[in-house]
């Protein structure tokens, strides 16, 4: 089956393929040396006795790790196997696939070392003590596959007692990206970002991040919309997350499902379930309306029924549609950056930074609504990304070294 095919189909033609390569592979990362043991002198120099000098140098001042280890270049993948990539709680053993895509991702995206670390927990106390255990050891933490709630109780905890970059990446990677998409999408529709009504279907970790970066930068009018319908400041049950957005959010307090609070809209952005955006909501929606749908592997909507309901600019999260919204544009540039200037946080600052930094590599001239960010192979977005992130540190003042 060729690689257009859509949806279920494409999704199932590919398991049998990708198992047969995993067990070729035997695994999609490995560890080499770069330090050539190929003589006594040699491996006296990298290990006993020679070791011992830089032991010595680190116990007297620990950031010298930075400069004596690979701590400098590499990071930790840590998940708990509680929202794997769309198959949910499979367990942190089932999740290592993934940790181990995420890391070579990182490497070939980024030149980044990473190593893909699974904690058998639920416990979220448990997970934060275990991972600021391990700090020493890395540039870095990219938490990933941590379902919501939790993951944002963990992030937080770890950022207040780690001195290295606590990153998200289901959460932050995914809101650089979707705002580079629609910085871009609203330009190319002659809209100005605070004036859109933007709907964000989904409230869980995507979502708020989305939200909150889309605030930051300037938006003012998003609702967001879980399975009860819009959330709203005084809406009943609300968890403490979804209390917190209801104050920042909806100002205008409209209520009722996804289909009252489209009408009208000019974004809506699906971070949720499979076909749960129709034409007739598309329809409902201001001129040249711009659809991030981007549920995996079955979006909101497809493509061509967005665009036949009168959407200007669709986005997907797949690969086989234009404009698709892949964290991989961000998350390797970005720890490139911060690894770099040793940074102790990756702030709001950096990450609008970033969002830039990929919405400028499409040029006023090759802007058009089916291609509305670079693609993933595109070689310019490592350096882009990174050196944007960079300056934003060092701007900020989160930076250990220039």
């Excluded at 060729?2 to 279920?8: A, P």
């Excluded at 790790?65 to 709680?89: E, H, K, M, P, Q």
């Excluded at 209520?255 to 007739?280: H, M, R, W």
């Excluded at 310019?380 to 934003?392: H, I, L, P, T």
Aim: some cysteine; charged content about 25%.
């Amino acid at each position: 089956m060729k690689r257009t095919c859509k949806g279920e189909e494409f999704f199932m033609d590919n398991q049998q393929k990708a198992l047969e390569m995993h067990r070729k592979w035997a695994g999609k990362i490995e560890v080499t040396t770069r330090a050539p043991l190929d003589s006594a002198e040699a491996l006296a120099l990298a290990y006993t006795p020679g070791v011992a000098a830089p032991c010595l140098e680190i116990e007297k001042d620990p950031d010298l790790s930075f400069v004596y280890t690979r701590r400098w270049n590499t990071v930790a993948v840590i998940t708990n196997g509680t929202a794997i990539l769309g198959l949910g709680d499979i367990g942190p053993v089932a999740g290592m696939p993934v940790m181990e895509g995420k890391a070579a991702l990182f490497k070939a995206f980024g030149d980044v070392d990473a190593i893909p670390l699974c904690v058998n927990s639920k416990d979220i106390d448990e997970i934060v003590k275990i991972i600021a255990s391990l700090q020493g050891s890395f540039g870095g933490v990219n938490l990933e596959d941590i379902k919501a709630p939790e993951c944002f109780y963990i992030e937080q905890k770890l950022k207040e007692v780690c001195d290295i970059p606590i990153f998200h990446d289901d959460q932050h990677g995914t809101a650089v990206v979707t705002l580079a998409a629609l910085i871009n999408a609203a330009k190319l529709v002659h809209k100005n970002l605070g004036d859109l009504k933007i709907v964000m279907n989904g409230a869980g970790a995507a979502a708020i991040a989305i939200t909150k970066l889309m605030l930051s930068y300037g938006c003012k009018n998003v609702i967001l919309v879980d399975r009860t319908g819009a959330i709203y400041e005084g809406r009943e049950k609300l968890n403490p997350i979804k209390t917190e957005m209801a104050k920042i959010t909806n100002l205008q307090h409209e209520e009722g499902k996804l289909e009252d609070v489209i009408k009208g809209a000019d974004v809506f952005v699906g971070v949720s379930a499979p076909n749960c955006l129709t034409e007739e909501m598309v329809k409902s929606m201001n001129k040249d309306a711009i659809v991030f749908a981007c549920a995996n592997p079955i979006p909101e909507i497809m493509p061509d029924k967005a665009l036949h309901a009168g959407a200007k600019v669709v986005a997907t999260g797949r690969s086989d549609f234009p404009n698709q919204i892949n964290n991989v544009l961000a998350f390797p540039g970005i720890f490139r950056g911060t690894l770099d200037v040793r940074a102790i946080e990756i702030n709001v600052e950096m990450k609008i930074a970033a969002a830039l930094a990929l919405a400028n590599l499409v040029s006023d001239e090759e802007l058009r609504p089916e291609y509305i960010l670079p693609e993933a192979f595109d070689k310019r977005v490592k350096d882009a990304v990174a050196n944007a992130c960079k300056a934003a540190a060092i701007k900020t003042g989160v930076n250990r070294i220039k």
